[in-house]
């Protein structure tokens, strides 16, 4: 028997039984799972709350054999008044439907000013892959997944292996042609879109010599292909044929596409994703039985709201029963002494002092959802602590990179990053010294130092409550933690857990009332401030000098450095767009920074020269970056120093006395600069 520790509610003899549970699968099919940099494989682990892809911990030997489908189609646009409908109507779902609009947008935009108007016909071939899925009773676990349950470990497996698993993908090859050409009259072109249509690849290079007839000369003339392909799976032999400049070669093509969407060895793998089929790790039978899910039953207090009630004359239906002091009724065996926190009433007592907690066997539904639900939510906790720590490395990066830029081209305007979907015209241009400014306002790395601060409380002061509250450990006498309750108890009710602000990017934990608020990588956007009066909720060590327990960070410092970065923020940013950005942003954004060729307007320039000519002495104006600089050289290379003419050479001064007065001197210069 296995009794889980609890001081507030008694978990008993703890068990489980998932024999004959259900679970429904999720399907996946929009732009969460078709992102090119992601890799959706058979077995493979997915979050659907942050998704993301974990491990693969599902070992796929065999699979289901797929299903197709095929489609060819032509779409004529010739004659259309309202392409963009049209294209909607007929093309929406294809993956070169955004290529197809911005061309047919650009070609009639640019034809309507002249008399020999340019027309389209779009070409679609697409085959779409289905029901390749994993064959479960063929598919074990890997051996490192299998000893992380057998030591039920379940945060490491949820980290490792995530809350689901694909278990079925669905892919979709297509290839895409534009055919443009020039026609005086919109019924010749209208007739050469007929025959094209009429045509098809399938029927051979002969069905294409319509186009050799005299009325289509000039379109013949005219005429160019072009090809997008999507989920390919090319070879040498005939990849070539992919490029067509007539109707023959594009016969070729497009028979080439098909044999590699059909012929391919490995076709079933090949294509791009278009959906996937998830499925909790809790509906696989062998993550059951690795998990030693049938071996203990778990055993919780009934809910209050189950619990029978006296009747009006305060009587228990069954004379056996007692009343407690809330008028509910059970066996005295089942009377509960919050006093004790035990299960001690005897004959005598008075049962108007205790409380009804009959304890029940939790049902394995529920037990099989906590372990679903609680699996979700480490990953999002997870994901959570590793985009901090990941926001702290990139943040210390970029700070190295933008001041390695040398001075000189300080105004250049900065790159966005290549992930990033930038419209320069809505977007603001950002320079080097205005990312300089932001991300390291005072030239000391405050805000990196501070950022990391902000970390290392959020961790203490939620996410590692927020997990033993998870497993109990929290809870008794002893530092254990119990993998049941981790089953027993879905996440969101334990308050440790429920402080869902925490969950988001650039909080930091709040002080005063518990929970988070904005932190400093919301920069002047909106970072919230300290106060030295509400202090409650920081995170306490002990000082064993002083015997007291304090905050391990002053909140008098922290205010104090916040106060020198917003001033520096408000003194040289001029930009209204880049002033109400947050600094995460400019980060996610600019970094790693590279420069254009670009500089941003002279009037921004004037105005951020002015403000770091007579900078307040705390900002990251180049003066003060240039004093720094010269104070550490000086410091690092004694012997340079002794040549420099601001050494006081006293009459019999040793040379080392002139070096330790000239350190001293040094340290005084860098005080005086902060």
């Known amino acids: ?5 609890s001081v507030l509610i008694p978990i008993g003899l703890v068990a489980l039984h998932l024999t004959g549970i259900q679970g429904s699968p999720y399907t996946i099919s929009d732009d969460r799972i078709r992102s090119l940099d992601i890799t959706p494989v058979l077995g493979r682990g997915y979050s659907i709350m942050t998704n993301q892809f974990h491990s693969t911990c599902l070992m796929v030997d065999e699979t289901t ?9 032509i779409t004529d646009l010739t004659r259309s008044t309202d392409y963009e409908r049209e294209l909607e109507g007929s093309l929406s779902s294809s993956f070169g439907y955004f290529w197809v609009k911005s061309q047919v947008d650009y070609q009639y935009k640019s034809s309507t000013k002249v008399e020999t108007k340019t027309h389209m016909v779009v070409a ?27 030591r039920q470990d379940y945060v490491g497996f949820f980290k490792a292996c995530g809350p689901n698993y694909v278990r079925g993908i669905r892919r979709a090859q297509e290839v895409t042609a534009i055919f443009s050409f020039k026609s005086a009259t919109v019924e010749l072109a209208s007739q050469f879109a007929v025959q094209l249509n009429r045509a098809g690849w399938f029927r051979g290079k002969s069905s294409y010599e319509f186009a050799s007839k005299a009325k289509y000369a000039s379109i013949n003339e005219s005429l160019s292909i072009n090809i997008l392909g999507f989920g390919l799976g090319l070879n040498q032999e005939g990849s070539q044929t992919l490029v067509a400049t007539s109707l023959e070669e594009y016969n070729d093509a497009i028979k080439f596409a098909f044999k590699s ?17 998830v499925v909790p790790w809790v509906n696989n039978a062998e993550f059951q039985v690795s998990a030693v899910l049938q071996d203990d039953f778990i055993q919780l207090p009934l809910p209050a709201q189950l619990i029978q009630k006296a009747d009006v004359d305060g009587n228990c239906k069954d004379e056996t029963y007692e009343k407690d002091k ?25 049962p108007l002092t205790y409380v009804c907690r009959p304890i029940r066997n939790l049902d394995g539904a529920l037990v099989k959802d906590n372990i679903s639900t609680n699996g979700e939510f480490v990953a999002r906790l997870d994901t959570a602590l590793r985009y901090r720590h990941n926001q702290l490395s990139t943040l210390a990066r970029c700070i190295q990179y933008i001041n390695a830029i040398p001075d000189r081209f300080r105004w250049n305007v900065l790159k966005p990053g290549d992930s990033v979907k930038y419209d320069k015209a809505i977007e603001f241009s950002v320079s080097v010294e205005e990312l300089k400014r932001f991300i390291d306002p005072m030239g000391d790395f405050k805000l990196l130092k501070n950022i990391g601060k902000e970390m290392d409380e959020w961790i203490q002061m939620y996410y590692v409550p927020c997990l033993a509250a998870l497993f109990g450990s929290n809870i008794g006498t002893l530092p254990d933690v119990e993998p049941q309750y981790f089953m027993a108890y879905p996440w969101y009710t334990h308050d440790e857990c429920m402080h ?43 000082d064993e000098r002083t015997d007291t327990e304090e905050c391990k960070y002053s909140a008098t410092e922290l205010q104090d450095d916040l106060s020198g970065m917003d001033e520096c923020w408000d003194e ?36 951020m020269e002015a403000a770091l000519a007579s900078p307040t002495g705390k900002c990251n104006s180049t003066s003060r970056r240039r004093k720094l600089a010269s104070a550490r050289t000086l410091k ?7 040549k420099m003419e601001d050494v006081d050479m006293r009459a019999g001064d040793s040379g080392v006395g002139s070096i330790t007065n000239l350190k001293k001197r040094v340290v005084d210069k860098e005080s005086s600069l902060d």
């Not at 029901?131 to 598919?139: D, F, N, P, Q, T």
């Not at 690092?636 to 002794?642: H, I, M, R, Y």
Request: glycine share 8%; net charge negative.
């Open 124 to 150: 679609t071939m697409r085959i779409e892959r289905y029901y390749s899925s994993v064959r479960e009773e063929a598919s074990p676990l890997s051996d490192s997944a299998k000893e992380i349950l057998a």
């Open 326 to 350: 809330f008028n509910k009724c059970c066996e005295s065996g089942q009377l509960y002494n919050p006093a004790t926190a035990d299960y001690d009433f005897e004959d005598g007592d008075d």
């Open 65 to 73: 054999t797929p299903s197709y489908n095929y489609e060819y189609k």
């Open 261 to 277: 969407f059909t012929q391919n060895e490995e076709s079933h793998e090949i294509g791009m994703v278009y959906g996937i089929e």
């Open 500 to 542: 869902l602000t925490c969950l988001s990017e650039n909080m930091r934990w709040d002080r005063d009332n518990g929970g988070c608020v904005p932190g400093l990588n919301y920069g002047p956007a909106g970072a919230s401030g300290y106060d030295d009066n509400a202090d409650e909720e920081c995170y306490k060590e002990y």
């Open 572 to 607: 040289v940013i001029v930009q209204d767009g880049v002033k109400g950005q947050s600094a995460d942003y400019l980060v996610d954004h600019f970094c790693m920074p590279e420069i254009t060729g670009y500089k941003i307007d002279q009037a921004t320039i004037d105005t």
């Open 636 to 642: 690092k290379d004694d012997v340079d120093v002794l």
């Open 1 to 5: 028997m296995l009794y889980l520790k």
